[in-house]
């Protein structure tokens, strides 16, 4: 999608009733013909509208919203569509369950027309019947089809004629109307009698075509719907970490206010263990911060007064006051939600390839019937009722239902045989677009890293044991929320210590704890801490530097005011990493590093797995460029990584792998999820979707092949509607199967 210039405006639209790739085409359309509009691009995912423009004044917004609806669509102007995603969510889950309750019952209703006239083939009386009542029956249940499963298909034809765009939907309409209307004339004509002219009406009984064209179709449009990603969720549940409240600070009490309500300059108290409501800088107090969302820094990190902080961000240990320098429209992690938005909304979805085809396919076809009745009826010298089965024969043969089946069900069988192996396929472009990458992005903490800190080494002083020290200091760790103390906490337990109960243990948040244990007084703390408390750490500025270079975070353990051992804690390499990075080496994937760590840290990850690109320090926009940058040059990219801050580039690449264990957010806006923390499995994702991608290529090829051989036929021989149902019914059949291979090949 084009972006804004600096005198452009972005608006954005709340569209209600697309259902299909055909409807975003039509919306699209009818904005782009709107005088003013730059470009415009519309998410079925979200059902928004994303107009650049060269105003936004009410007269431009009026215009859009009346070519919308004139297209057939619902339309407003939403500011806070934010908030209506999990209604959304609902509504197309509520859908999903209508088209599978419509499709149970079309069956039901369906299936008997088909099996009667396999058994009487429409020339006879069925269980004493007589032939015109047997038919009526048909034709009722045939009716009790179209309303179960056929009306949004039907109203998909009406639109399209209304806006003489020829679409699936009109193909498939005419077809199963023209059978319906066929054997409903076949009713009248043996009511009638026969003469001449409809001698043929026991043949024309071929409600069991209309039937077979529904239930084929709607199947295909509810794998369709299934096999939609819930990309929406990535915005929700970005959303969903951004604060709602806030508690402001006013002549020294706190109150509750709606974070809408905040302004610039307010003072607000960040409380432990909640989130920063608003970008601001404190004022008062000392807090543990969580910046993995922006940062990807595993570590927590230390902000005291003067110190600037950001709206989003978990408080991991200690209290705070803040003054607000933005409102929770413009903190950063409402930045980083517009992010994922623009990303996703700028990302084509690939079911616009079947509506492009049908646009030039569907006019040929009709003017294909339209000839070959013509052809027979004067040519061939045919009675009106053959060559009107000669044109059914066409109108059904070409029916795309093998087509409308051959991404939906390879998406299906490979997003099952995927979820088997612990790689969660959500968007169904994802197991197609994966298939096609050449390079892969990945983010550094939590995906070639553990993503938490580990203890690297204990170095034990004063004569005492390293097991010892150990157990003092996990018996304090295990009363702590901080990370660094789980790490410790862990390891003791790995070694199965027993731990003692702490004595008058306390906690200073920021600084350390301190507590009595088998008569001694224990502390462990940062230096600074322990040096407020008189115990005095002696390190040099050389250790000093190899610390940072190594990029480890120290605490130190004191027994009765006397330094006793330093813990060094750090994020350590995944054990998989480097046989993850051979993997796709093998497969002749480049890879790439970019991460907002430290540059040191970034260099030795990426020296250690022999990975010659990458960058560090980057902000969630400037990952989101790098991906838009190689997208330009028509590289296809899969970005992999865990944070929250990683989100707008997994939702921009060509393909978004997350890692499951990483953030709510990351997860929801890839395409392909990994359970558990395994960088293997993303070789495995890719080596899927490349048979996958193989799959639907086969399929595709074999549904334009089936209409190449047999069109022809239909239009230069007597090929019976029934037989034209089974030879569409065998096509469709050979697609499905030739999925099912999949879970064999692979």
């Keep these: ?267 607000l108290r960040v409380a432990p263990h909640g989130a920063v409501p608003v970008d601001g800088v404190l004022v008062a107090g000392h807090v543990s911060l969580d910046e993995s969302m922006l940062t990807g820094e595993s570590l927590p990190v230390e902000r005291d007064a003067g110190d600037a902080v950001f709206g989003g961000t978990r408080v991991t240990d200690g209290m705070a006051d803040l003054r607000a320098t933005a409102t929770g429209q413009t903190s950063a992690a409402a930045r980083i939600a517009q992010l994922v938005d623009e990303a996703q909304a700028s990302k084509p979805p690939w079911q616009r390839l079947a509506d492009r085809f049908a646009s030039v396919f569907v006019p040929i076809v009709l003017l294909l019937a339209a000839g070959t009745f013509l052809g027979w009826l004067v040519l061939g010298d045919s009675t009106v009722p053959a060559a009107l089965m000669r044109t059914i024969a066409v109108l059904v043969v070409a029916c795309p239902c093998a087509m409308g089946l051959a991404i939906p069900t390879a998406v299906a069988v490979g997003t099952a045989l995927a979820a088997e192996r612990g790689i969660l396929v959500r968007d169904p472009g994802a197991l197609e677009a994966a298939g096609s990458v050449i390079e892969v992005v990945v983010d550094k903490t939590g995906t070639l890293t553990r993503g938490q800190p580990g203890l690297r080494s204990i170095e034990v002083m004063d004569g005492h044991s390293e097991q010892e020290v150990l157990r003092w200091a996990a018996a304090l760790a295990q009363h702590s929320d901080h990370p660094l103390a789980a790490a410790v906490t862990q390891v003791a337990r790995d070694q199965h210590i027993e731990l003692p109960e702490p004595q008058g243990f306390r906690s200073v948040p920021g600084g350390g704890v301190l507590a009595r244990i088998d008569d001694h007084d224990i502390a462990i703390g940062s230096e600074t801490w322990l040096g407020e408390q008189g115990i005095r750490v002696q390190i040099s500025p050389e250790q000093q530097e190899t610390h940072r270079l190594a990029a480890v975070s120290v605490a130190w353990l004191a027994v009765d005011r006397q330094v006793a051992a330093m813990f060094s804690f750090a994020d350590e390499l995944h054990p998989e990493s480097e046989q993850a990075v051979a993997e796709l080496r093998r497969l002749g994937v480049i890879i790439r590093i970019l991460s907002g760590d430290r540059r040191l840290v970034v260099s030795q990850i990426a020296k250690q797995l022999k990975i010659k690109a990458y960058e560090a320090e980057l902000t969630p926009a400037q990952k989101l460029d790098r991906i838009r940058d190689m997208a330009t040059h028509g590289c296809p990219v899969a970005m992999v990584g865990d944070g929250v801050n990683d989100a707008p580039a997994l939702a921009a690449a060509s393909v978004g792998i997350a890692i499951g264990t990483g953030a709510d957010v990351a997860r929801e806006a890839a395409g392909i999820c990994l359970v558990g923390h395994s960088p293997l499995l993303i070789a495995s994702a890719i080596r899927l979707s490349r048979q996958s991608r193989r799959i639907m290529r086969q399929n595709l090829f074999w549904a334009f092949a089936y209409n190449v051989v047999m069109l022809p036929v239909a239009i230069l021989t007597p090929l019976p509607p029934t037989w034209a149902t089974a030879a569409m019914m065998c096509s469709s059949l050979t697609v499905v199967l030739n999925s099912l291979r999949l879970r064999r090949i692979v």
């Design 1 to 267: 999608m084009t972006m804004p210039e600096p005198n452009h405006a972005r608006i954005t639209l709340d569209i209600r009733g697309m259902h299909c790739a055909g409807c975003v085409g039509s919306v699209e359309r009818a904005l782009s013909r709107v005088p003013g509009v730059v470009s415009s691009s519309v998410n079925l995912t979200t059902e928004q509208a994303t107009v650049i423009s060269e105003s936004d004044d009410p007269s431009m917004t009026n215009r859009l919203l009346e070519a919308v609806r004139h297209a057939g669509y619902e339309a407003r102007l939403d500011d806070a569509w934010a908030r209506s995603l999990g209604t959304r969510r609902l509504e197309r889950k509520r859908q999903r369950r209508r088209q599978r309750r419509g499709i149970i019952i079309a069956a039901i209703l369906g299936l008997p027309v088909i099996f009667s006239h396999l058994l009487v083939h429409g020339e006879q009386a069925f269980l004493g019947l007589p032939p015109w009542l047997f038919a009526t029956f048909q034709g009722l249940l045939t009716l009790g089809v179209f309303a179960a499963a056929a009306l949004p298909i039907f109203a998909g034809a009406a639109r399209a004629l209304l806006r003489l765009h020829a679409n699936m939907d009109l193909l498939v309409t005419l077809g199963a109307l023209t059978a319906f209307g066929t054997g409903v004339g076949a009713i009248i004509a043996d009511l009638v009698g026969p003469d001449e002219l409809i001698a043929g009406a026991p043949s024309m009984l071929i409600f069991e075509t209309a039937v077979m064209i529904v239930l084929f179709v709607s199947i295909g449009k509810y794998l369709e719907s299934r096999a939609r990603g819930h990309a929406s969720a990535a915005l929700e549940a970005l959303h969903s970490r951004i604060p709602r409240e806030a508690l402001r600070v006013v002549e020294g009490k706190t109150q509750t206010v709606s974070i809408d309500d905040v302004r610039i300059d307010d003072v």
